[in-house]
């Protein structure tokens, strides 16, 4: 009798493991993927303008302590704040640029600045340009992923991000459009 309830049980809690939800979120594998080891060191995106616009610039992506320092240079924007975002989509052939899609959030979580506790992967605050248009930038993002970003569009909007509007900061038309990829070698 006793043989025959084991072989009963036993297929019925093989059955409920298999069946047992899966305790993993979207965000938990953001989490998780964070230190990839197969990240390149190294990205690079070059900005172009969009359809009758003047943005463009050379933007430089590395692995750092912390998270990912990105650098780089855009000229050819007004003066002031503009919006600086990492896009879902590295397709910059909309001539206004929203074939880059929305802002990269993996975790589907609200838009907010970097500094937040929370915010879309994409969302890097802003770039300040000078007196001349040109808007020279260093900074270490900790919620940045270099295997997650590559092949992803990185955009240059027309206005500030607002760093709370929803869902993109209301940063206004997109200036420059450049897709994230393998440096081949480190910047200087």
């Given at each position: ?38 990240a390149p060191m190294h990205l690079v995106a070059v900005v172009h ?14 692995a750092a302590e912390g998270g990912v320092q990105i650098s780089g ?38 838009h907010a600045g970097p500094e937040a506790e929370v915010s879309h ?68």
């Amino acid at each position: 009798m006793k043989s025959i309830l084991t072989f009963a049980v036993a297929p019925l809690f093989l059955l409920s493991a298999c069946m047992a939800p899966e305790t993993s979120s979207v965000e938990e594998e953001v989490t998780h993927t964070t230190m990839s080891s197969d990240a390149p060191m190294h990205l690079v995106a070059v900005v172009h303008p969009t359809e009758g616009n003047t943005a463009s610039g050379v933007v430089h992506f590395h692995a750092a302590e912390g998270g990912v320092q990105i650098s780089g240079e855009i000229s050819g924007i007004s003066s002031g704040l503009h919006g600086f975002h990492i896009h879902q989509y590295g397709d910059c052939s909309a001539a206004d640029g929203t074939s880059a899609g929305g802002h990269y959030n993996p975790a589907g979580v609200d838009h907010a600045g970097p500094e937040a506790e929370v915010s879309h992967m994409g969302d890097l605050g802003n770039i300040e340009a000078n007196a001349d248009g040109v808007a020279t930038f260093d900074a270490v993002f900790p919620a940045v992923d270099m295997a997650m970003i590559t092949g992803r569009g990185l955009i240059v909007h027309a206005g500030e991000d607002d760093l709370t509007s929803q869902p993109t900061g209301a940063a206004g038309a997109r200036l420059g459009c450049g897709v994230i990829g393998v440096a081949n070698a480190p910047s200087q």
